[in-house]
């Protein structure tokens, strides 16, 4: 046998001389080796035998054990009670530091600097938004800086003296004045708030919150009304959340607003002049008129988002009614319109001092949902592709595009920008706009094909008119029922379906098959030798909503064959900064993007422009 670990003798203080010399080793046996296998000895105390010999313990022997086996459960009951006891002690500090926390109660409110820097984040869950903001602030000089996204976007106020707006245009920084403005600051009036019992842990922070709900005519007015929440680190009175939700009474107290303002960093000192002087000075600045980018209005956005602000709200609301001319069925659901108006304002203004190629503006979507547009302007996800639609054959490239421009709009094959309304019906249109190109090639005169009949008239090919449907579904249909009419026969469209009531004799095209386009490549070989394509893409970005100009290069925009959920038609192509983009015509209206269109990336087929396009083949 191997020798084990030695270990301390055990012995029994005890009067018991036989117990004692029992304990004691026999002439001739290794003390060490006799004591190590005590263990192996006790584990066999309950047969009554010893390991060593094989035969039953003697009185003595087996009194010795026992004893041990006693003081081993001495042992651990010790310690099993040393530990309730502990784990106890430890839940009553918890319990008291519970009590204690949720009665701790600032003692003033908290006081915050005039002249500081400070880092904030912007959140809107609602849209993903997350604007980082540097500042600079001298309350006293009435001056501030502002940098958004870095120093992508940058302004300077000066309440006494010329303001400055340094941006990104095109591949440069420029610098543009402007008149004098009075600084805002980054922190709500905390005279307005009142304190809450308890402390609250806050981005790893123990915090007092204070609270401010407006006033209860508010929401009478409009069943709206709205919570702030400024969670303060309760050690050294720096504010660390701002967070808001606003509420509609009228919906039951649904939640129709929420953002929040994160205080990553704040430094309550001087600020040196140069912060403000020297990069206005490096620069040849010009006067602001002469920009024709997208407004910002970081300083009107800072006051949006904090209690106070209601007359500005209500004033910007009003001057959107008044210019998109809306009309509300009721008066909650104009309160859930002007929340999201203010939500997707604000995301409209942080989107542009990004410094994308790109800009956005606020269009007659602006107090509508993301999913209210879905539903209303898109096919949606609701009918499900075919793998197969049955196309004639697929477009095949026949050489390397090596021209910057196609733009079938020049050569008169582009009817005017159309509007779909409120009815799910861009597939309509998309094929409408195929077809008229192919026919303006084919006869040399542009005809304006009606959506309508399509909407009417193509329910068994699996369309279901302001619900959505498919290019490949309408070619189906037109190749089946012997042609399509144009608008000037059908009638006008109506936003809604209506009795079919199409005539072969009055059709002006008719169709033998389509093709599909995949890829890049065979994309821009159709836009340069075909005319323009009926295209799916993906349309579900708040970007996409709101796009007002620019080269649009959202990466969110998926490209997948299960994302592509709006129909519209492709026109050509241009090149930007060595990238081509797809000119694309929309059926949002002439108010919506560029005149109605949007130029889309085709670097990694950004929105899936070149996933599924089509194109028909007219018979002779």
């Known amino acids: 046998m191997g020798k084990k670990k030695e270990r301390n003798h055990c012995r029994k203080f005890d009067d018991d001389a036989s117990a004692t010399e029992a304990l004691l080793p026999k002439e001739g046996e290794n003390p060490i080796e006799s004591e190590c296998n005590e263990e192996e000895a006790e584990l066999s105390i309950e047969d009554g035998k010893s390991l060593h010999e094989n035969k039953p313990f003697s009185d003595d022997e087996k009194g010795v054990h026992i004893f041990r086996n006693k003081r081993s459960k001495q042992t651990w009951c010790a310690i099993i009670a040393l530990s309730t006891g502990i ?54 000089r ?37 008149k004098a403005e009075i600084p805002q600051h980054v922190f709500p009036k905390i ?105 910002r209005n970081p300083l009107q956005d800072i006051l949006l988002r904090f209690p106070g602000s209601y007359g500005l709200k209500d004033a910007l609301f009003q001057r959107y009614i008044d210019k998109h001319e809306k009309q509300y069925s009721s008066e909650s659901v104009r309160t859930q319109g002007k929340a999201i108006f203010h939500q997707n304002l604000q995301y409209i203004n942080a989107m542009n001092r990004k410094g994308n190629t790109y800009h956005l503006g606020v269009n007659h979507l602006a107090d509508m949902s993301t999913d209210e547009i879905q539903q209303v302007l898109t096919s949606g996800k609701r009918l499900k592709r075919k793998a197969d639609n049955g196309a004639t054959m697929q477009h095949q490239a026949l050489e390397a595009v090596n021209v910057d421009e ?46 309508q009949n399509l909407i009417d008239c193509s329910w068994n090919f699996g369309n ?11 070619y189906n249909w037109i190749i089946s029922s012997g042609g399509i009419e144009a608008t000037d026969s059908y009638g006008d469209y109506r936003n809604l379906p209506d009795f079919c009531h199409f005539e072969p004799t009055r059709a002006v095209a008719r169709m033998t098959g389509f093709v599909n386009v995949t890829g890049t490549e065979q994309l821009n070989d159709a836009l340069l030798h075909v005319g323009p394509l009926s295209v799916s893409i993906d349309a579900t970005q708040p970007s996409f909503y709101f796009y007002a100009g620019g080269y649009y290069d959202d990466e969110k925009c998926a490209s997948d064959l299960d994302s592509l959920d709006h129909l519209v038609l492709a026109v050509g192509f241009t090149t930007f900064r060595g990238q081509r983009f797809t000119l694309i015509k929309n059926s949002w209206g002439k108010f919506w993007g560029e005149d109605g269109y949007i130029m889309i990336s085709q670097k990694d087929n950004v929105c899936g422009v070149a996933t ?8 002779d």
Request: negative net charge.
């Open 87 to 140: 784990l106890g002690f430890i839940l009553i500090l918890s319990i008291f530091r519970v009590v204690r926390d949720a009665n701790a109660y600032p003692t003033h409110r908290p006081r915050f600097p005039k002249s500081y820097e400070a880092s904030v984040t912007f959140n809107i869950p609602y849209i993903g938004l997350n604007e980082p903001l540097y500042v600079h602030m001298d309350e006293e």
């Open 142 to 178: 009435g001056l501030q800086k502002l940098s958004f996204y870095g120093d992508n976007d940058i302004y300077i106020f000066n309440a006494s003296g010329n303001s400055y707006q340094i941006l990104p245009v095109m591949k440069e920084l420029k610098c543009f004045t402007s």
């Open 191 to 295: 005279s307005l708030f009142e304190a809450e019992h308890g402390l609250f842990l806050v981005k790893g922070r123990s915090c007092y919150s204070w609270k401010y709900t407006t006033q209860k005519k508010v929401a009478d007015s409009d069943g709206h009304y709205g919570e702030y929440r400024l969670y303060v680190d309760a050690e050294n009175g720096h504010p660390v959340r701002l967070h808001y939700v606003g509420r509609n009474l009228m919906f039951g107290g649904s939640h129709v607003d929420e953002y929040t303002l994160d205080y990553e960093y704040i430094r309550a000192a001087p600020i040196e002049q140069h912060v403000f002087s020297t990069l206005p000075a490096l620069m040849n600045c010009t006067n602001i008129s002469s920009y024709g980018g997208p407004t």
């Open 406 to 451: 196609v733009d079938w709009r020049k050569k008169g094959a582009v009817t005017p920008v159309k509007d779909q309304g409120s009815c799910g019906s861009c597939w309509s249109f998309g094929t409408s706009g195929a077809i008229e190109g192919a026919l303006f090639l084919k006869e040399k005169k542009l005809v304006n094909v009606s959506e």
């Open 464 to 474: 279901q008119a302001c619900n959505g449907g498919f290019d490949y579904q309408s």
């Open 612 to 619: 599924a396009a089509t194109y028909p083949l007219l018979a």
